[in-house]
């Protein structure tokens, strides 16, 4: 289990003690409460922020359950009727990364002593990091954009792409690299009013945003890619973009080419996957492709290593 206790909020007026037992062998703390009215139930989940909600069968059917996928999609609602084995697997498979945050922040921290700005963000090419900025630029309707959330914002490149391109009222960069932050915070970007904040995706931002974008960065960020995908969401307007590139595991060369294997020092990802945590965390896909970040190619994500995705938060909960 992970290393702090994990909260839980049971939506019930009977929980089996058993359940109960063994949740707590895994150290986790458990909160319960009797089903009340939505808003009792919305204003104790904004307060605790569990990392769980177990409930009742019947709730999966109601609207409060679907509101609650929709508005706060980085909690995963399980029914009660699961295993205790079943809530401790999905705790960990959504909540628990292979790299911890503290190592990513050291990785980068390392890469900001490059003296190329591509080198501190740990891309393989400056052409392959300008390529991912043209695509964004490419796909976002910038004229519905007056705030903006980079996540894993590094050095400001992508800002310092766009700042001559479009007007942002307010633009909000994210990074675990404080290293990289001094850099990005040292550098104007005309007419955009900036903010640069040490945080990790797990901390809550506080506000929403027409665009979110997360370039390079769902790879390795100390998040499984559902939850991060989630966090994503969730700090996104009804109706606002996600852009965002990672590395495709269904690449072909990699079935294909005798001896040739992902890279080990990063996640890589099946375009199934992803498909299903944009859905899971309630956004549209615009457009998934492959691209090769030293070409200008962009096609069928087979036939590349890395892949884009423009992605719409829906403006309502699902029926």
């Not at 999905?90 to 700005?117: K, L, N, P, T, W």
């Not at 506000?207 to 997360?214: A, I, K």
């Not at 495709?248 to 990802?269: D, I, M, R, T, V």
Request: proline share 3%; charged share 25%.
């Amino acid at each position: 289990m992970n290393l702090h206790q994990p909260k839980l909020l049971a939506l019930s007026s009977s929980i089996e003690q058993h359940l109960l037992n063994e949740l707590a062998k895994d150290h986790f703390d458990l909160k319960i409460i009797d089903r009340q009215s939505d808003e009792v139930i919305l204003s104790e989940v904004a307060s605790m922020r569990p990392e769980m909600v177990l409930v009742e069968e019947d709730f999966l059917n109601s609207a409060l359950y679907q509101k609650m996928r929709y508005e706060i999609p980085s909690i995963p609602i399980l029914s009660l009727s699961n295993s205790v084995e079943k809530i401790r697997q999905f705790y960990m498979e959504f909540h628990v990364d292979a790299y911890e945050e503290s190592e990513v922040e050291q990785e980068y921290d390392r890469f900001s002593g490059a003296s190329e700005e591509y080198r501190k963000l740990n891309w393989g090419s400056d052409r392959g990091m300008q390529r991912a900025f043209e695509i964004a630029d490419m796909l976002v309707d910038w004229s519905g954009v007056k705030t903006w959330c980079d996540l894993g914002v590094g050095t400001g490149a992508f800002l310092n792409y766009v700042s001559n391109r479009h007007a942002i009222q307010r633009f909000v960069g994210i990074d675990l690299s404080s290293k990289l932050l001094e850099v990005a915070s040292a550098r104007s970007y005309g007419a955009i009013k900036a903010e640069f904040i040490k945080r990790s995706l797990r901390e809550p931002v506080g506000e929403r945003f027409d665009l979110v974008t997360s370039i390079g960065v769902l790879q390795k960020c100390g998040l499984p890619l559902v939850k991060a995908i989630a966090k994503l969401s969730e700090m996104m307007n009804p109706g606002g973009t996600l852009f965002l590139t990672t590395k495709n595991a269904g690449w072909e060369k990699f079935q294909n080419a005798a001896g040739l294997k992902p890279y080990s020092g990063h996640h890589w990802f099946h375009v199934e996957e992803i498909k299903s945590a944009l859905d899971a965390a309630g956004l549209q896909i615009r457009e998934l492709a492959g691209f090769e970040p030293k070409t200008e190619e962009i096609g069928r994500p087979e036939f590349f290593h890395s892949i884009y995705v423009c992605a719409e938060r829906k403006t309502r909960a699902r029926d």
